[in-house]
């Protein structure tokens, strides 16, 4: 087998509507991605499983159970990004999926090149500034992050992270003790230019916190700076 036959990603495409599913995976598939189609929300695990996508994307409305349930049960165990698809669009829903687990959403009616950049953008990797093998593990108190196996611990303990969520933890920590704004994060980590209306950083600094015992109300670890961005404060992690 050739190395492009081995390198080609693999996508999960969960969606009830059969027509909509086959139009996108075959364009998907046009792409150069290798996708395989499920069509109800309580067999999505069992797929996973046996497939083990590089990616998922997420339908809500699934039969057997709703794209959230879903995503809210993958998450423990599966580390790649999700991309949920939504016929609304309500900040309520795009909240809602990022703080159970997704990465990115596009809404409803999809457009191929919109999707298509999202997957893009979600796969891609080296987003991040480069760092020499030297600065491949961070050190801060309590907290380790290692980017080479992508493995973060806290008083000993893993701290089960999103795809993007140690792509951000690791941003902010490899410039401890400096202001990062949004534009900057969200270019970084999600892979586009930020359009001043999505809330999927703030949503992930949120779920960060919670992960690492920090506040959202009085946050000590990962402040909030009022109108220029978040500061990783370096002493904050005994």
Known sequence: MSDSKLSVKKILLVEDDRQLSDLVAEFLESEGYHVKQEFRGDTVEKRVDKFVPDLIILDIMLPGKDGFAVCKDLRPGYKGPILMLTAKGTDFDQVLGLEIGADDYVIKPV???????????????????????????????????????????????????????????????????????RDYIYKAVVGREYDGMDRSVDVRISRLRKKLHDSNETPFRIKTIWGQGYLFVPDAWS
């Open 111 to 181: 457009e191929p090149r919109v999707l298509l950049a999202r997957v893009n953008a979600l796969l891609r990797r080296g987003q991040l500034p480069s760092e020499g093998k030297e600065n491949a593990e961070i050190d801060c108190g309590e907290l380790h992050i290692s980017r080479g196996s992508r493995q973060v611990t806290l008083h000993g303990k893993n701290v089960d992270l999103t795809s993007q969520e140690f792509d951000l933890l690791w941003l902010l920590a490899s410039r401890s003790g400096e202001v990062q704004n």
